[in-house]
């Protein structure tokens, strides 16, 4: 059980689109989602949290208006960025928790590169 | 805010061989620790974690970590290393009571050698 899925793995788009990142848990609902961004041999960076039905929350740093997150269910949440720009290219990993459980649960992640 | 040391980059063993993959962290308190393992293609699995209670955790695959709080420190250790234990391993904390926020060291990098 508690099996969070990414789509896509990867992706390749121009500079100047947007790209969206689903992430579901598949065999729970999630309460709440949160968005990592990992460099090349680097740790993940929390981008931003997002509780189903409202609003994200995002770490300092972060520009919502370029990673616009939804969380429109307990089952999903998406991460378009906007505006897609070659120093956004990384690997995006989203991770969901059940409840106020302390325990996340982490999808496999999307490479994303930007040409 | 907390934060987490792990001073390892890379760590090559051989199989068979014990492990310890070292972890300190900065924080006011007593933070809640987990051990996880990345493998390509795959997600974050959790191997362990600490809340309270028995300093020494048992995890899966055979892992254990124990937490020092003398010394800030959670290290996971395993007795005997197998190849398919090749992978990344972040340490992390969260605050308790901190929205189950967590923060990741840098990782460490484990080969084993046949």
């Known amino acids: 059980g508690a099996v969070v899925s990414q789509h896509p793995s990867r992706v390749i788009c121009k500079s100047g689109t947007s790209v969206k990142i689903e992430c579901r848990s598949l065999?729970?609902?999630?309460?709440?989602m949160f968005w990592y961004r990992q460099f090349p041999k680097k740790s993940l960076m929390l981008m931003a949290t997002s509780n189903e039905g409202s609003k994200a929350t995002y770490e300092q740093g972060v520009e919502k208006d370029k990673f616009l997150i939804n969380h429109a269910s307990l089952t999903l949440s998406t991460l378009t960025v906007t505006s897609a720009h070659p120093e956004d290219s990384s690997f995006y990993i989203c991770s969901a928790r059940e409840g106020n459980s302390y325990e996340q649960y982490f999808g496999p992640g999307t490479r994303l590169t930007v040409t | 805010a907390q934060s987490v040391t792990q001073p390892d980059i890379h760590i090559t063993v051989s199989e068979g061989a014990s492990l310890e993959l070292r972890c300190n962290y900065s924080?006011?308190?007593?933070?809640?620790l987990f051990w996880y393992v990345q493998s390509p293609g795959q997600g974050l699995q959790l191997l362990l974690k600490?809340?309270?209670?028995?300093?020494l955790v048992q995890g899966i695959k055979g892992f254990e970590a124990e937490f020092k709080r003398s010394q800030s420190s959670f290290n996971l250790r395993k007795p005997s290393v197998h190849w398919s234990d090749a992978a990344e391993y972040f340490c992390a904390v969260a605050a308790p009571g901190g929205g189950n926020k967590l923060t990741f060291g840098t990782g460490t990098q484990l080969k084993v050698e046949l």
């Open positions: 924080y006011g308190a007593t933070p809640y």
């Open positions: 600490y809340f309270s209670g028995d300093t």
């Open positions: 065999d729970f609902q999630a309460t709440t």
